[in-house]
């Protein structure tokens, strides 16, 4: 077995294990110091994927209605933890998680589930351009009277972490695309990789909680499917009237919250670390659900 193969056809399971060390063992928090550079890494490979030539093409249309089924999901989060009576800084947590790119690896679940993969890719980088502005203003606007918030501080962070890396990659697929795409089969690792880091950090900086507050970990689970789902179903039925494969990266694309970008950005932009919370149990919900619904798309 390749060990592309060993880390892509197993991510969930890493995840769990990236969890299990973080709770077993606090000392891995150091890993939340360098979250900015982790993220710039997975976000940088991923997108060596992708190519301008690949946005060209896509049902405008329908990425409008993703854009507006996303720009939804911030509210849709602030109503679920708000349902959940819980504390200003998970509820923090939980708009982040809705407010910032989808999932990174969308666009590869989006083609196993035999979804239109450049909307999909479109989506990710429109929203990851506009998330410098967006995300802070979500977050500001549904928080600022609860929660000290540092908008720049956001923007800044996703403008190094997400934005400029996607660019430059992006950017360097398009220039040297056959030399770029020798090592395609990497690059999907390679993001796994900095996920399964930036989760086992999180996770061991909350260690202490998530031992002494298991009855809550309950709740934010709960919560966090709540999310994820309707998350899928506002993209689902804002598509109902296209084909059936832009409906599936319609409902990828709204559903699938990028929660490694959500984790780091608690770090980096001075949320406790509680805050993360949200975003841990999210990626462990996430795989499994995205996992499940591209074998029925694909069936």
Do not use: C
Request: charged residues 10%; aromatic residues 6%; neutral net charge.
């Amino acid at each position: 077995m390749r060990v592309t193969s060993l880390v892509d056809d197993h991510l969930f399971g890493w995840v769990l294990v990236s969890v299990a060390l973080g709770v077993a063992v606090p000392e891995l928090a150091a890993i939340v110091r360098f979250s900015t550079v982790i993220l710039a890494i997975m976000v940088g490979s991923v997108s060596l994927t992708l190519s301008a030539s690949r946005f060209l093409s896509v049902d405008r249309s329908a990425l409008g209605r993703i854009l507006l089924g996303h720009a939804a999901m911030p509210v849709v989060a602030l109503g679920v933890a708000r349902a959940l009576g819980l504390s200003p800084d998970l509820t923090a947590g939980f708009v982040l998680l809705g407010a910032v790119t989808p999932e990174l690896v969308t666009p590869t679940m989006t083609a196993l589930a035999d979804g239109d993969t450049a909307l999909a890719s479109a989506a990710l980088v429109v929203i990851g351009v506009g998330s410098t502005v967006f995300t802070p203003f979500a977050v500001t606007l549904l928080l600022g009277s609860g929660i000290e918030i540092d908008g720049w501080r956001i923007a800044e962070s996703l403008v190094v972490a997400v934005v400029v890396p996607m660019a430059l990659a992006v950017g360097a697929r398009t220039r040297y695309g056959e030399h770029v795409g020798k090592y395609e089969t990497y690059y999907t690792s390679v993001s796994a990789v900095m996920v399964v880091l930036i989760i086992g950090g999180v996770t061991a900086a909350n260690a202490s909680l998530i031992r002494a507050e298991t009855d809550l970990l309950v709740g934010i689970g709960a919560g966090t499917l709540a999310v994820n789902l309707a998350g899928y179903a506002l993209g689902w039925m804002g598509t109902r009237s296209a084909a059936n494969p832009v409906r599936v990266a319609g409902a990828l694309s709204v559903g699938m919250r990028d929660f490694a970008v959500a984790a780091a950005l608690v770090t980096a932009a001075g949320f406790p670390a509680s805050a993360s919370l949200p975003a841990v149990l999210f990626g462990i919900v996430e795989m499994a659900t995205s996992a499940f619904l591209a074998r029925q798309f694909a069936s």
